[in-house]
């Protein structure tokens, strides 16, 4: 199977799984699940999920065990988009070529509708937990995985530093701290749990962790790069809103042409670190090769 092949069979394994798991009722409160829809369904490159899948697969062929966590990641990215777009936050009007939840529902149904994706991910795993065949003390390690990466220590830390402690980032490795809290560390927890769940040694865990942040760094790179140089209908939101905020980037703080050096370097340890796994990794090579050239 090729690459393309392996990533849209993801990809359509990923949006089923959605579907089958999204609670959607026709009650007095229904105004709130279409808000979610809305958001959780405007497309999207869906890379959290495929991410744990394509790790999982290395280790398991039973990716059916690790879906309600796929499906809780992208529900936890999905929210953290929906609120980051708000006037109070980033002020974005568009996401995916199309009006940002708030512009669309009003800011009230937006930040609930974020509340609502969070709550959801955890009532998915939680109740599939319950169905799925694996020893319950790890299905227990990889919800709390999840939990610590997209919270205060991980992605809201990584945002609360963005938006309050940017006079604090003087140098590359200040932006380094930012990036990989906000945008790296539920990049490293899909790995992560992909490989747990598949039943991955300690050995392999930490190859895994070292992939995923070194690719979780280079993808935040390439979303500097494309703010810059990027094109915007292909992106689905206007380019330069980067420096137009006085946000700190890896271009803005080390250059274009050094952002790219940077990032080609962080993709190549990115797929040294798979070399223990073998022919068994070409997936997840081939997708660090397309994530750094994509241009959305």
């Known amino acids: 199977m090729n690459f393309e092949l392996w990533l849209n069979n993801k990809v359509e394994i990923v ?12 009650n007095k409160q229904k105004i709130i699940y279409e808000s979610m829809e809305y ?6 490159k869906r890379l959290r999920p495929v991410i744990m899948l394509g790790v999982n697969e290395i280790f398991s062929k039973n990716y059916k065990n690790v879906l309600p966590f796929a499906c809780a990641m992208e529900m936890i990215h999905t929210y953290s988009l929906v609120h980051d777009d708000l006037p109070a936050m980033d002020d974005d009007d568009y996401r995916r070529g199309r009006l940002s939840n708030h512009k669309k529902f009003g800011e009230a149904t937006a930040i609930l509708a974020g509340d609502g994706l969070l709550n959801m991910a955890f009532e998915i795993m939680l109740r599939e937990s319950l169905k799925i065949d694996i020893d319950k003390e790890l299905l227990i390690k990889a919800m ?9 220590e991980g992605m809201i830390g990584g945002q609360v530093v963005d ?3 940017e006079e604090s980032i003087n140098d590359i490795s200040d932006l380094e701290y930012l990036q990989k ?23 392999e865990l930490k190859a895994i962790e070292k992939f995923a942040d070194n690719l979780g760094s280079a993808f935040q790179i390439q979303d500097d790069i494309l703010d810059v140089e990027g094109n915007a209908e292909k992106l689905g939101k206007p380019i330069g809103s980067d420096e137009g905020n006085n946000k700190k980037t890896y271009v803005s703080m080390i250059g274009l042409e050094e952002a790219k050096k940077l990032q080609e370097k962080l993709t190549n340890e990115a797929i040294e670190s798979l070399s223990i796994f073998g022919d068994k990794s070409i997936m997840l090579i081939e997708m660090c090769k397309y994530l750094v050239k994509r241009e959305n």
């Open 15 to 26: 949006e089923k799984a959605l579907k089958d798991n999204f609670t959607k009722n026709d």
């Open 39 to 44: 958001s959780l369904f405007a497309g999207g």
């Open 181 to 203: 809290h906000k945008t790296g560390a539920i990049i490293r927890s899909s790995a992560v749990v992909g490989g747990l769940l598949g039943g991955a040694t300690d050995i």
């Open 163 to 165: 938006m309050f402690c």
């Open 144 to 152: 709390s995985i999840i939990a610590d990466s997209s919270g205060t």
